[in-house]
């Protein structure tokens, strides 16, 4: 090679490094240089009566669904931590009868168990009171008179089971329908096969809120992860309180044109860098761009709770976007009229190894109200027909007492499901006496997923992606429809 040769290809070399590293200081700073740029844009589309501009929405890769569809979206309520069953909507008279006594070993024997592993097994019977609501007389705690109120329009599934005992891999589980980590969630899933319906707002949003007890499990955001699928499918997370996302204002001394045009010349070299490689991340990084331009509009007048009437306030029991639960069901209301593809809202605080008898209760006081009311408001705006709700958490309890509260249980556990296809006013499925196993109409967190998107108008067994030369779907080589909850 000649000494003129080795420094063309040299200089090449080092524009090309430049180029790299400009990019990738620039992708450090950019959330905030592109979303700040909006203000202009939309400052001239106000004045002039124009329209907030528009993304280009993904449109899901199904372009004809496979079912006729009920639901169009999905608010998952998830109580992490792993609500006791035996407290909230699985009454067992005859544990109660047997509190304090021996466990029987021809439930538990070889049986895998959390921390009570190998120590003496004691009977811990419901440590508050269950009461018969609605037209049909549903049994549920005392403690959610409220949803009580509203448990015509719910399915209680006390028949759930899952195959993870402790707290990372059974979110991981049910989020994924695999305790492997690095597959897509379950909402990515759905906003790559069904696209978004938002014209400013992500397709997938998690909302995150801590309750008053001590038990805070760490809740990882790659339980939200689009996994294999390009990146543009992930969860966003907006924060309760103070930005919703981070960088949302313009950094301090840096004026609009100056970001914009920064944010021009990145986008430039972005597309000009994926003309070449055709790279879905690349791609995905220029749609983000494009999101966060119309986030910067579109998120502060979703948070801006002051627009809802005093008695909507009242009704969820929220003074506005505080980062409680109350306040993120009715931002998940907001969403979902913006046209959010799945909203899911993380509550922590019910891993209850011990005090169980209190902190349900203050459990309960967080979450009752608010959720009836989601389900209230959303019928009162004809969205609940095509909004399908979920609660639940990640596993359930033991029957027998740690102390004064439970271990992780695996093999039983409650969640329920209203709106979006779903048959109000029923039970399904039972555990045994003691709420040791689920005994009848078993369903399995691949059941409950299939049964998700199918009311979505998807076939489970047919949204697959192909990677490292296995097709991947949600619920992996199981899963059936639940077809005795749907109406």
């Known amino acids: 090679m000649t000494a003129a040769r080795f420094d063309a290809g040299a200089r090449s070399l080092i524009r090309l490094q430049q180029r790299r590293t400009f990019l990738g200081q620039a992708a450090r700073g950019v959330g905030a240089l592109a979303l700040s740029s909006i203000a202009g844009r939309d400052a001239l589309a106000a004045a002039t009566g124009a329209s907030a501009p528009k993304l280009d929405r993904w449109p899901g890769v199904l372009q004809n669904l496979h079912i006729p569809p009920k639901a169009k979206r999905v608010i998952w309520l998830c109580m992490a931590g792993g609500p006791s069953h035996l407290e909230t909507f699985d009454p067992k008279p005859k544990l109660g009868e047997l509190h304090g006594k021996d466990m029987p070993e021809s439930f538990t024997k070889g049986q895998p168990i959390a921390q009570l592993q190998g120590k003496k097994l004691t009977c811990f019977g419901p440590q508050h009171p269950f009461k018969r609501f609605g037209k049909a007389g549903i049994e549920i705690c005392e403690l959610f008179p409220q949803l009580g109120s509203v448990i015509d329009d719910i399915c209680v599934i006390r028949s759930m089971r899952t195959e993870a005992i402790n707290h990372d891999p059974a979110h991981t589980f049910i989020n994924t329908g695999t305790t492997i980590s690095g597959r897509p969630s379950m909402g990515s899933w759905i906003t790559y096969g069904l696209g978004s319906q938002a014209d400013n707002l992500p397709g997938f949003v998690v909302l995150t809120s801590a309750g008053r007890g001590g038990q805070m499990q760490p809740i990882s955001s790659r339980q939200w992860s689009a996994g294999f699928l390009p990146s543009r499918f992930q969860g966003v997370h907006f924060r309760g309180q103070g930005d919703p996302v981070l960088y949302l204002t313009r950094p301090p001394g840096v004026t609009e044109s100056r970001q914009r045009d920064v944010v021009s010349a990145v986008q430039k070299l972005n597309e000009m860098r994926n003309s070449v490689v055709d790279d879905p991340e690349v791609a995905t990084r220029i749609t983000q761009y494009e999101m966060a331009f119309a986030m910067q509009a579109s998120v502060p007048e979703l948070m801006d709770l002051s627009q809802e009437p005093a008695a909507t306030l009242e009704m969820y029991g929220t003074k506005g976007a505080d980062g409680s639960f109350a306040a993120n069901c009715l931002l998940a209301r907001r969403l979902a009229e913006r046209g959010t593809r799945f909203i899911q809202l993380y509550h922590r605080d019910w891993d209850h190894h011990g005090n169980v008898k209190n902190d349900i209760k203050l459990k309960a006081e967080e979450v009752d109200r608010p959720c009836a009311a989601l389900l209230t408001d959303l019928k009162q705006r004809g ?102 909850i749907l109406a």
């Open 383 to 484: 969205m609940l027909d095509d909004t399908l709700v979920i609660w639940g958490g990640e596993f359930g309890r033991t029957p027998m007492g740690q102390g004064s509260g439970r271990d992780h249980h695996m093999k039983a556990f409650s969640m329920w499901a209203a709106g979006g296809g779903i048959k109000g006013g029923i039970v399904h499925g039972a555990t045994d006496e003691l709420g040791y196993n689920a005994a009848e109409d078993i369903c399995e967190v691949h059941d409950l997923h299939a049964t998700m998107l199918h009311l979505l108008g998807v076939d489970h067994r047919r949204l697959t992606v192909k990677f490292q030369g296995r097709d991947f779907r949600l619920t992996d080589v199981h899963g059936k429809v639940v077809t005795k």
